[in-house]
């Protein structure tokens, strides 16, 4: 490669950077303190695109969402408040009056408690105005212990909150 055109790619790499927006993270805590996993943000048509990697859960399926208080006070994680809903819909991706931006489809744990999911906030976004996870009271990600029917308002009946994370404004 000549002098010039790595000058040029130097320089390209950080705007392809740019125009898909940095990344955010949370870091995933069960209510004893441990770490269970991470989440993370990245902005995408549409969205949020969530990835999620977790360690040391029970297996099985697990309602997962957004939740509208970026506070993660262990054991109950109640202090995340209620499902990210910057549309005033109801919940669950089979509700007709759905889904809560915040909703996302059940995480599937293996019987090795390890378990990985890639999906989509729909309505989110990274940066500022209507459906932004950094809103005044900030936003955390919450793994409950059963699964999430996708349709029974407000919580799917996805049961206790086991894992939680604040979604890192940086
Ligand atoms: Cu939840
Ligand atoms: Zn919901």
Known sequence: MTIRA?????IAIP????????SRKAVL????????????????KGGVKVQVQVANL??????????????CEPPEFTSAGA??????????????EGAHAGDLPNLTVGKNGKGKATATAKGATLS??????????????VIHADPDDEKTDPAG??????????????
């Open 6 to 10: 790595l000058s040029v790619s130097l």
């Open 15 to 22: 705007l392809v950077v740019a125009a898909a927006g940095p």
């Open 29 to 44: 805590k069960n209510a004893e303190g441990k770490d269970v996993g991470t989440a993370t943000f990245t902005p995408t």
């Open 58 to 71: 029970p297996p099985g399926k697990h309602g997962i969402h957004i939740h509208a208080v970026a506070k």
């Open 83 to 96: 499902h990210f809903n910057p549309s005033a819909k109801k919940h669950g991706a089979h509700n007709p």
């Open 128 to 141: 500022e105005g209507e459906g932004s996870l950094f809103g005044p009271d900030g936003t955390a990600l």
């Open 157 to 170: 009946n996805s049961g206790a909150r086991i894992a939680c994370g604040v979604i890192e404004k940086k």
